[in-house]
């Protein structure tokens, strides 16, 4: 089945680092997205990785793909007030046509000064 | 990157009416769109799939009379809500896959909320 799971909430203090937690259960998705949702606004794709890479790091992001438990991470070091947001993971699922995103439910996060 | 516009923003209408959102990709040709619609504090839920040139593949429980979905070109996809209900209102987000590209990046529009009196 198609299902992506999220905690919901996530609180740190500024300069902590942040991780976000997913799981997912389709074994043969290819990519998995992190999505940053700010209020009101659409969403931006902050980072992606392929299935066969473990770890993928791109200036404060990092995030870890542990295949063998179908579960990504997405880890903010150095979290900033701007970093406040929705925090959407995704699998991509592959049918004939195409693929299509399933998102998870988002985790909010909350950095307090 | 890529840009993909949605408009309007948001709108108010009257029960009965139908409103129609456009989604457009402003520097890319995008064989495939997506809608979705999202609830307040909600994931986004996929509605249909948008290929230009054909019908809309709708997901199970969406209904294709009451979201009917226009892909006329490669760069412009709308969702008409037709004789919307207070029920109806809801965030509708668009996105868009360059065309080609099966597994790569979709860019997103900014989102039209729809509110129904």
């Known amino acids: 089945g198609e299902d992506v799971e999220q905690s919901l909430f996530l609180s740190v203090r500024e300069g902590d680092s942040s991780v976000i937690n997913c799981t997912y259960t389709d074994s043969s998705s290819t990519y998995l997205y992190w999505y940053k949702q700010e209020p009101g606004a659409g969403l931006q794709l902050l980072t992606y990785i392929f299935s066969n890479m473990d770890m993928k790091q791109d200036q404060r992001l990092t995030v870890l793909l542990n295949k063998k438990d179908k579960h990504l991470s997405l880890r903010i070091a150095d979290t900033q007030t701007g970093d406040s947001a929705i925090y959407f993971c995704?699998?991509?699922?592959?049918?004939?046509?195409?693929?299509?995103?399933?998102f998870g439910q988002g985790t909010e996060l909350s950095v307090k000064p | 990157g890529a840009v993909v516009s949605q408009h309007p923003s948001w709108v108010i209408c009257k029960s009965g009416t139908s409103v129609k959102i456009e989604c457009r990709s402003l520097d890319f040709q995008a064989t495939t769109m997506f809608w979705y619609r999202q609830f307040p504090k909600q994931s986004l839920m996929l509605m249909a799939t948008s290929n230009e040139g054909s019908k809309a593949t709708y997901e199970q429980g969406v209904e294709k009379d009451k979201f009917l979905i226009n892909h006329a070109s490669l760069t412009l996809s709308t969702l008409t809500v037709t004789s919307a209900h207070p029920e109806d209102s809801s965030f509708y987000i668009c996105?868009?896959?360059?065309?080609?590209?099966?597994?790569?990046?979709?860019?997103f529009g900014e989102g039209s909320r729809l509110t129904v009196l």
């Open positions: 996105s868009a896959r360059v065309s080609g590209v099966v597994t790569g990046e979709l860019f």
């Open positions: 995704a699998e991509i699922l592959i049918y004939n046509q195409g693929g299509k995103l399933i």
